[in-house]
Structures are given as structure tokens and as C-alpha cells.
């Protein structure tokens, strides 16, 4: 530990560890049932729209797996081939979960395919979601390069870490605006080190940007890029000449963290910003709303191994008023709406940020619970969530939901190695009515090679 205190710049691509790459095989099959006229809210959301909401529906899907193996290798890489065939009322279709390839040159990344996009503090098995990427929506194709996971700044003996990275995307779905493209970029700055405390800001920045809309060009240049990039008014709609070109979205994070032995505490707060009312750095109008979570994991007790809980409130939107007897108040933000892309911040209609907002009805106040733990080899997976609707502020309403969710996974050996899975899922409330549901899920893996 001292040795490592006292590296000036403590990167682990140190070469010391020899490593072995392996090539691993995937393929399960799923079936869902349910009561009412569609899956309930958690069996059919962040899943990466891998279960339809369709009542009845199955899935089909295989793939071949590299994963990163070699943290303290110069370079490592990894990639993934999955298809997967769904089949529901109405809905029969077939997808690339993932068609990706990652390579890490020292500390920067290169990621190319088909890929999902994570960002923010969240576990990505116990959280509502991201307020910009969550585990809601396929996965989008984009370029990316960066520096993903935190290294240590140069000097300062591992106490100050930094990352960044930036992401071209294409939202390729079937939209009313065709070939709009995706515009991404993250840095964070992370104090602590080894420390048993440590603290984190991050912003993300990310914006719907060009396409064509009938004869309509929206602006497809290197010119109408930049002025993405750099948040600048452009384009062809006066909204964008005012304002900033594309539909602009993202958040900024603060991170207060606490390890000690097997514990850690971890207390993060996303606060939305969609315009230029909102502030893309600093604090406007909307502070009030946001994302606010609590995570506890620990090794010493597999009963409970996490915890889990997230408050949300996106009703303020820097108020009920945008402008008013030619005077701009700069209100009514409608988070993932925009004028000029009437999908708004959705990829084949599934909402790409926290899926608990939607394009009609985006002004809500959510509680979300989640827990997991391994009892005698039965991994579950408890999560219960109570959302008060607003709707939005162009139309207003008000519902309110409470769903849950019981999942259960274990392995069997002795039943050729394979994965089975059972989850029950409930809705009780106005805003979907009451309904139940369940997913049995059968999955095989393996190793193909090592080398």
C-alpha cells in the first residue's frame, strides 16, 4: 500500500500481470405472459427493449463474447456479435443486441458498432435510470473515443483522476425525421484516490442533431457539427437560431463515495439541463429537479449484497411560462421533447433516458427501491417504485402508478449447465391500470476458446 501511496502516477497498465483472452458463446430463450393490455412497467423497461411490451411475446437470441481481460496490459480489447429474434402481438422482428468491437491503447478507447451507452453513477441492475443513457433502449451504433474509466492525473499520486470521451452516433430508426445523427461527450473529475472518501463531478452533453425531414435538411455539415459541439445557435429553424442547433440534453453528476473494508456508500445527484435556460454548466431555473440516489454494496453478507434507493423530480422545468407579453421566462422545458424532432429523446420509440419520463408526460415525482443478494446460489433481484404523473405543462394530467418486481436466477450443473430465470412483475394504479406478468428466461454459456 505504501509503494502505491507514494507512485507518482500509479496506472496499473504496469505489464505485471500475464493474462489470457477467451472467446465465450450466449443464447437463451424467453417467454412473457400478463394480465393486462400491456408487460407491466419493469418486465418491459430497462432491458435494453429487449421484452416487448405486447402481452404475450418470446425472445430468441445467441452470441459470441470477448470480454477486456487484461486491466494491466498496455493494450486489451473486446467484442461482442448477439442477435436476438422477438416475437409478440404485432410485433415480430429481428436485431443485433450487440455488434461492437473496443480496444484500449494505454488508457484511451476506441469503441466501434453497435453498443450500449452507459453514463452516470447508477448500478445498472438497481437503478430507475440515467437521466440521459439508461439500460431503456436498443443499443445505439456510434464511433467513440475517450478515456472511459478514470486514471490517475500525472504527478499527483493517484489522488486526482480524470476521463472523458466523445461519441458520433446515427439514430437510424424509423422516425418522422430520418438519419438524425447522435452527438455525445463526457468528462468527470474524481478526488480521493485511495482514500476512504473521494469525491466526483461529471457532466454529460449529448444532442439530436441533423437528418432530413422530407425535403427539409436540417443541417448534415461539418459547420452544423461544430456548432453542436460548442452548444451554438445554427441550423434552419429560428427555435436553433435563437437557442443552440440539434435537441440538446444531459446532466450534470455529483458523487460523494465511502469504502471501508467490504462496504461501500456511494450518494449521487444528476441535475437535467435540456436548454440554454437550464445552464449547460452552473445551476438555472430547474435546480429543483433532478436525480438523487443512495447505493450500499458489501461483500461480507451475500444475503443482501446491494441496496439501493433513487428519488426523481422533473416537475419544476424552470416553470409553467416560456415567454409572455414579449418578455422570455425561459420555462416550460418539456425534457425530452423538442419542436424541430417530434420522436424527442426516444430510439425506435423506447425513451432513451430515464424511462419513468415520457415525451407526454414528463413533469413527475418517482421513489425507486431496488435490492439484490445470493441465497444459496438463488441470485435475486427485489425492486418496487411509486410514480406520481403530472403529465406536461403543454398537457396536463395526473395518474399515478406503483409496480414491482421479483426476479429469481440460478444456475443448475447438473441440468446440462444451464441458466433459468423467473420474474413476477405487478402494476397497481391509474396510469396503467392494474396488471401481472411473468418472464421465465432459460439461458446457455460457455467458453469457445482460450489463448
Known amino acids: 500500500m505504501k509503494a502505491q501511496k507514494w507512485n507518482w502516477w500509479p496506472l496499473m497498465m504496469d505489464g505485471s500481470v500475464e493474462c489470457a483472452d477467451t472467446i465465450s458463446y ?27 411490451s405486447s402481452p404475450y411475446s418470446a425472445n430468441i437470441s445467441a452470441g459470441i463474447t470477448k470480454m477486456p481481460t487484461c486491466p494491466t496490459r498496455w493494450w486489451d480489447y473486446d467484442f461482442a456479435v448477439q442477435f ?26 476506441f469503441t466501434a458498432g453497435i453498443a450500449p451507452l452507459h453514463c452516470g453513477s447508477q448500478s445498472p441492475l438497481l437503478s430507475s435510470g440515467s437521466l440521459l443513457f439508461s439500460e431503456n433502449p436498443h443499443a445505439i451504433p456510434h464511433l467513440s473515443i475517450g478515456i472511459n474509466n478514470y486514471i490517475p492525473f500525472p504527478g499527483l499520486f493517484g489522488y486526482v483522476e ?57 443541417g448534415n455539415t461539418l459547420s452544423d457539427w461544430w456548432n453542436v459541439l460548442l452548444f451554438r ?26 469504502k471501508h473494508r467490504a462496504w461501500h456508500v456511494k450518494a449521487y445527484w444528476q441535475a437535467i439541463f435540456e436548454d440554454m435556460s437550464a445552464r449547460f454548466i452552473g445551476f438555472g431555473t430547474n435546480a429543483a429537479d433532478g436525480l438523487w440516489g443512495l447505493n450500499i454494496r458489501q461483500t461480507q453478507w ?5 441496496l439501493t434507493y433513487e428519488f426523481l423530480n422533473t416537475t419544476s422545468q424552470s ?46 415525482r418517482a421513489h425507486f427501491m431496488g435490492i439484490k443478494g445470493n441465497m444459496y446460489g438463488f441470485h435475486y433481484r427485489m425492486m418496487a417504485s411509486y410514480v406520481d404523473n403530472h403529465g406536461s405543462y403543454q ?19 447438473k441440468a446440462w449447465g444451464l441458466d433459468f430465470g423467473v420474474a413476477l412483475s405487478a402494476d397497481f394504479g391509474t396510469q396503467y391500470g392494474n396488471g401481472f406478468g411473468a418472464y421465465v428466461r432459460i439461458a446457455k454459456s460457455g467458453i469457445i476458446t482460450t489463448y
Open 26 to 52: 450466449q443464447a437463451y430463450l424467453s417467454a412473457l405472459t400478463s394480465s393486462g393490455e400491456s408487460a407491466p412497467f419493469m418486465l418491459r423497461t430497462n432491458h435494453r427493449a429487449n421484452i416487448s
Open 84 to 109: 436476438t429474434g422477438r416475437f409478440g402481438i404485432n410485433d415480430l422482428t429481428g436485431y443485433f443486441e450487440q455488434l461492437y468491437a473496443h480496444t484500449r491503447l494505454w488508457v484511451v478507447d
Open 162 to 218: 480524470l476521463k472523458g470521451g466523445l461519441v458520433h452516433g446515427w439514430l437510424n430508426d424509423l422516425s418522422d425525421v430520418r438519419r438524425v445523427k447522435l452527438h455525445y461527450k463526457f468528462a468527470g473529475l474524481r478526488l480521493g484516490g485511495a482514500l476512504p472518501v473521494s469525491l466526483a463531478y461529471e457532466i454529460h452533453h449529448a444532442a439530436q442533431w441533423g437528418g432530413y425531414n422530407g425535403t427539409v435538411n436540417y
Open 233 to 258: 445557435s445554427g441550423g434552419i429553424s429560428l427555435s436553433d437560431q435563437l437557442n443552440a442547433q440539434g435537441n440538446h440534453i444531459g446532466f450534470q453528476e455529483f458523487t460523494l463515495a465511502f
Open 302 to 306: 451475500p444475503f443482501i449484497e446491494e
Open 319 to 364: 416553470g409553467p411560462i416560456h415567454d409572455k407579453d414579449g418578455l422570455v421566462f425561459a420555462g416550460r422545458d418539456s425534457y425530452y421533447n423538442n419542436s424541430a424532432y417530434p420522436q424527442g429523446w426516444t430510439y425506435y420509440a423506447s425513451i432513451i433516458g430515464n424511462p419513468y419520463l415520457q415525451t407526454d408526460n414528463n413533469r413527475v
Open 395 to 413: 398537457k396536463p394530467s395526473r395518474s399515478h402508478n406503483t409496480a414491482l418486481l421479483l426476479e429469481v436466477n440460478k444456475y443448475v450443473q
